[in-house]
């Protein structure tokens, strides 16, 4: 009888043009949703404190047996994953830091498991997304601000550095650690002279930036690397005296000949003219771009009319202004001829 009803009930809500199948999987789901309030927040925070002093617990105690705190590792990873469910009440930011949690999540950068690290940086990146953040400015700047008092970004730099891209998660992890940064300077602008100023992340940008071939993560460092630079004077000139002129300039020089083979690829070259025209925006600098030969890398590429002939065009624009040492340059190398032929072309 029980199972004639439902079959009439199927019937009833396939006329009306209702999927009985998602009401149900609904009404099954209906118990196991959890809202998010600041219970829920406490319950889940003691659950993670508590996996987490397990784990540590166990590593202290079986350091030559890691296959005794393996469990105690899945189980941290789970409430680590758990935690995102917080980015969908950015507004009880406030009490998580009030339950001084933060400490706690920031210090598993540093965790032998890279695995965890890995989490972690995911955790943040979650808790830190615009989408989220726009819905409540005050609770993210509120977790930004403890990130950064816990040493958030000077463990998010130095996590880089270990990280494997040849490994497709720790790959991802970059991936993940620069859009975090780049979320934590979106809710905080000052994020982007403070990390330049604690860490090595420039440092750490410019060598991304060199080898040869593309790759997302290439293309993501040039997006930082324009964020860092494109409005703060003391950041071009840190950059600067890395010799970060020079490194930008040659990785410019891999398409004087050459056309980017996707557009991805092309925007990540017109990342590293951007960069080019910010970094050269000090007198320094643009002294640097002369002593390095940028004059003629630029005439060069605006000769073989490539498609970054106009980024090049407007890199120079930035380096000769008010700086007549650059304008001078370019006139003795015979700029003037490049440039009427290139305004001449454009005009047919």
């Not at 100023?197 to 071939?213: A, F, G, H, M, V």
Request: net charge negative.
């Amino acid at each position: 009888m029980e199972g004639s009803n439902k079959r009439k009930r199927e019937d009833m809500d396939q006329e009306n043009g209702v999927d009985f199948s998602l009401l149900e999987a609904v009404e099954r789901s209906e118990g196991t949703v959890q809202v998010m309030d600041i219970r829920a927040l406490k319950k889940m925070v003691l659950a993670f404190e508590r996996r987490l002093r397990d784990n540590l617990e166990a590593r202290m105690k079986y350091v030559d047996h890691p296959d005794k705190f393996a469990d105690s590792e899945l189980e941290l990873h789970e409430e680590l994953v758990r935690l995102k469910a917080l980015a969908g009440a950015p507004e009880l930011y406030p009490e998580l830091v009030h339950l001084n949690t933060i400490p706690s999540i920031v210090g598993l950068l540093t965790h032998e498991n890279t695995d965890i690290a890995v989490d972690v940086v995911g955790l943040v990146q979650d808790l830190t997304d615009e989408d989220v953040v726009e819905d409540s400015d005050e609770g993210a700047q509120v977790l930004v601000d403890a990130l950064v008092e816990n040493n958030a970004l000077e463990l998010l730099v130095q996590n880089l550095a270990r990280l494997d891209e040849g490994d497709p998660d720790e790959s991802a992890a970059v991936y993940s650690t620069l859009a975090t940064i780049e979320n934590m300077i979106e809710v905080r602008p000052a994020v982007s002279e403070s990390v330049c100023e604690k860490t090595k992340l420039l440092r750490w940008l410019l060598t991304r930036i060199k080898p040869r071939e593309f790759d997302s993560n290439k293309q993501y460092a040039t997006e930082i690397l324009v964020i860092l630079l494109q409005s703060s004077a003391a950041n071009q000139r840190r950059l600067g005296q890395m010799n970060g002129v020079d490194t930008v300039l040659q990785a410019v020089a891999l398409y004087k000949s050459r056309d980017p083979k996707s557009g991805d690829e092309e925007e990540m070259v017109e990342n590293l003219f951007d960069c080019l025209c910010s970094l050269v925006m000090p007198v320094e600098n643009k002294e640097r771009f002369v002593k390095a030969e940028g004059v003629e890398l630029m005439i060069i590429i605006m000769k073989q009319k490539k498609s970054a002939y106009g980024s090049a065009m407007r890199a120079l624009d930035f380096a000769m202004t008010k700086f007549p040492p650059a304008c001078e340059r370019f006139v003795d190398v015979l700029g003037l001829k490049t440039l009427f032929a290139a305004f001449m072309d454009s005009s047919e």
